[in-house]
């Protein structure tokens, strides 16, 4: 397992992220962070360790500068996030260590509206998971567009989030799961709850990334 401090570049800024390499990993699995949190997020960062350890690469990064994430507007820009994801996903499909793999992308809370943007503007996109997230955010005219395969995971006890996730469900017209887990709320911080959910998302991504041609 090799870990490596990364700069993305992205435009006008360079994104600060960590790449996580397993031995002979199955594929790659960028991760977009919700609104207010960062490539240190403890519960996307305890997903990446689950993926590792069924040899999936990672990529945590941060998808926000530190002075755009002192404003409240930008966290919610859906577009520019899917700009970011789209830089590190082309990031990966250029670097020496990841350019042969398949590649996810997980998001997390608006993570998950840019990681589905991303995917239907990039047919190279080969899995997405979203944990807790907003997929309606993404539009409807994107996820009719999303041809990735597609796990929305969304606690039993998350009501309104619950209905938001059908509803881009219902819109989406690729391989798809909606897997809801008994007893969690929005940040799946009840015992036993994250677990499954990484669990759900590295079956996913397991499935779907495994091998190494494009």
């Known amino acids: 397992m090799r870990s490596l401090d990364v700069r993305i570049p992205a435009g006008e800024v360079s994104l600060e992220g960590t790449l996580t390499l397993p031995d002979n990993p199955l594929g790659v ?51 520019l996030l899917t700009e970011r994801l789209l830089a590190a996903v082309a990031w990966l499909e250029g670097g020496t260590d990841t350019k042969d793999m398949r590649i996810g992308c997980f998001g997390a809370s608006t993570g998950a509206a840019a990681a589905l943007q991303a995917a239907a503007k990039h047919p190279g996109i080969a899995a997405v998971v979203s944990r807790g997230g907003r997929p309606d955010l993404a539009g409807p005219q994107a996820l009719t567009l999303v041809r990735a395969p597609t796990l929305l995971i969304v606690g039993g006890r998350d009501d309104v989030v619950i209905e938001l996730n059908q509803q881009a469900y219902d819109l989406l017209r690729c391989e798809k799961k909606l897997d809801i887990v008994p007893g969690a709320t929005h940040l799946f911080e009840e015992p036993g709850t994250l677990e499954q959910a990484a669990e759900h998302a590295a079956k996913w991504f397991q499935s779907h990334l495994a091998g190494t041609g494009k």
Request: aromatic share 10%; proline share 2%.
């Open 29 to 79: 699995v960028a991760f977009a962070h919700g609104s207010g949190s960062s490539r240190h997020s403890p519960r996307n960062r305890y997903v990446a360790e689950v993926l590792q350890d069924k040899r999936i690469a990672t990529l945590l990064f941060d998808l926000l500068t530190v002075r755009e994430d002192q404003t409240y507007a930008t966290r919610f820009d859906i577009e």
